[in-house]
């Protein structure tokens, strides 16, 4: 499927929207076209026949939740076997990434974490995992591409698909999980990848990410419940995002918050 999208007269530039759909099984899973780089695509495509409805607001901006689910973020780790060391916050740079299709990873921690020590992602057993959405004020993308909105649209939930996998993996190729409906500046359930056999630190990689802005933008225009633009579309080619990836080990304190 291929999505386009339309954009208000005075304030919103958009980019070609991509295939949805992800998968939300804890299996392992093999995708397909998967790859490290990610194009932008320059300029704009409007989308076809749009004309704005009578009553349209093109100035609406919704606003983000006040309160989180699943804890703030910032919680202690839970020491379940006497360790000492807090759980790992990967924030510092924060991984950013840009819009991208279906099966493409758009942030590995063994290519786009040049200055973190490897080590920290090696387990003998637990790995546990949970995201944080951000929006993204301008500046640059884990891979060096430029963010070209400032402010970033105002999306208010997101997906993301996270794969774990050992370093003898192709990239896309490990244990999957979707994280739904999170938003941004909370922290998503906590999830338990499969800890494959191998002497090297685990990859965390990020892939298949949605957001509800495209669905709010076409609401806000008067066209509401958007076929494959609702309640979730791949974030635009154009739109930086960050998100903070926090995880633990069998050697850290393990991370809290409830479970998938």
């Known amino acids: 499927m291929k ?9 919103f530039l958009a980019a070609a929207l991509v295939v949805t759909g992800c998968n939300e099984s804890s299996t392992k899973k093999n995708t397909t076209t998967t790859t490290t780089t990610n194009p932008i695509t320059p300029g704009y495509t409007p989308y076809p026949g749009y004309t704005p409805a009578p009553g349209a607001t093109p100035g609406y901006t919704p606003n983000p939740p006040s309160n989180c689910q699943n804890g703030s973020g910032y919680e202690a780790g839970i020491a379940t076997n006497g360790q000492t060391i807090e759980y ?44 944080i959405p951000k929006y993204k004020y301008g500046g640059v993308d884990s891979k060096g591409q430029s963010c070209g909105f400032n402010p970033p649209q105002k999306f208010t939930k997101m997906n993301f698909g996270v794969v774990v996998r050992s370093r003898q993996s192709s990239p896309g190729i490990g244990d999957y999980r979707e994280f739904r409906d999170v938003n941004p500046d909370c922290p998503s359930k906590v999830h338990q990848f499969q800890v494959p056999s191998t002497p090297d630190p685990l990859v965390i990689e990020v892939m298949n990410v949605q957001w509800d802005w495209s669905c709010i933008d076409y609401e806000r225009q008067g066209y509401p419940n958007q076929p494959g633009y609702c309640p979730y579309a791949n974030v635009w080619t154009t739109e930086c995002y960050s998100f903070e990836i926090q995880f633990s080990t069998d050697t850290t304190k393990d991370l809290p918050g409830p479970r998938y």
């Open 88 to 131: 790992y916050r990967l924030n510092n740079p924060m991984p950013t990434a840009h819009g991208a299709n279906q099966g493409v990873v758009v942030f590995s921690t063994e290519t786009d974490l040049p200055n973190y020590n490897q080590n920290i992602f090696f387990s003998d057993s637990r790995f546990n995992v949970r995201i």
């Open 3 to 11: 999505n386009t999208h339309f954009f208000g007269t005075l304030l």
